[in-house]
């Protein structure tokens, strides 16, 4: 006779996985915010200089990301993450009018070109997800000199702001495993972009 589960024994266990879930959204909460929170403390030190337009840039791209995410129906632990790179994203972008400075790159255009032509196909033609994708290319089109500039000097970026957000996103990657493909997109991007960024960050000086 094959054995059929009380349903106390149900219970106590939608019971833990639920625990263990609000337990990884806290740390994802947590992690994210103490990114941006070191970003922040770092610009207002003077450690951290980033151009006003590549911010504000990043802040459209934060918005239409949490847009499409939303809008896709992702699971709470993407939208969990994607409202902390919103906010976060607004906190860098707000500080960097008063720490931040006024150099505009060809790329900063380029990534603004394709966050418009994301933006054109979630409004169009009405797929979230297919805009996400692109605003994430765009977000890689714009972080492409930050890699150049970490792989030549390992300690111009901050270990603590990439590693924190690698960390959110890995949790957030984890507790979305069963979702669907699109809940999966924005916390895979970024447990690769910012854990490649998080390695280079913590690379030795090469020696002269």
Known sequence: MRYEPTWQEDDKSCWYSCTVLIVVYVLIALFGCASYIVGTFEMIMGKYGPSVFSRVVWLLLATISFSDIVASHSAFASILLSSIFLVGNATICLFSFWKGSRI?????????????????????????????????????????????????????ESAGFWSLFFIASALSLLADLHQPFKSLIFPSYFVVFDGVMTILSLRRRPQK
């Not at 990534?111 to 797929?127: M, N, P």
């Not at 692109?134 to 390992?154: D, E, N």
């Open 104 to 156: 505009i790159g060809n790329l900063e255009y380029v990534s603004l070109g394709i966050l418009i032509a994301s933006a054109i196909v979630w409004l169009v033609f009405d797929a979230p997800v297919v805009s996400l994708a692109i605003s994430l290319l765009a977000h890689f089109v714009g972080g492409t000199p930050t890699y150049s500039k970490v792989w030549r000097s390992p300690e111009s």
